[in-house]
């Protein structure tokens, strides 16, 4: 595990962005079309949100088999720490919250702002 001397590298630069990235497990009884409305209503708060910066979402590619189960990640970027808390205490995102959670087996939530090495 890094500390945080290690998190202050030398060649990275510390990005004033903040990120919230979801993994998720859902429900094996969760329809095909269910999990497709669910995607749409998150991809519809995000562009309705000013504070959002970047919305972006995939499914797991089974390459490395290590997934333990997660089959979609969500990635939410925000133009710095304040907006996290902007989102979560949002009302729309407390109601969206209550529907998601109620659709899934198991989350993974990671809250960071990046550290960048490489881009471009």
Not at 15 to 40: G, M, W, Y
Not at 48 to 53: G, N, Q, V
Not at 54 to 79: A, M, P, Y
């Amino acid at each position: 595990m890094a500390n945080k001397g290690e998190e202050e590298s030398t060649r990275a630069t510390a990005n004033i962005e903040s990120r919230h990235t979801v993994l998720a497990k859902f429900k094996p009884d969760l329809s095909s079309q269910e999990l497709q409305q669910l995607i749409r209503e998150l991809e519809e708060l995000c562009c309705h949100l000013d504070f959002i910066k970047s919305f972006e979402w995939g499914t797991d590619l089974g390459e490395v088999k290590r997934q333990k189960g997660f089959t979609h990640i969500f990635v939410i970027t925000f133009s710095g720490p304040e907006g996290l808390g902007d989102y979560v205490s949002h009302p729309l995102h407390k109601s969206y919250a209550e529907k998601f959670m109620a659709s899934i087996e198991d989350i993974l939530i990671l809250d960071y702002s990046p550290l960048s090495v490489k881009s471009g």
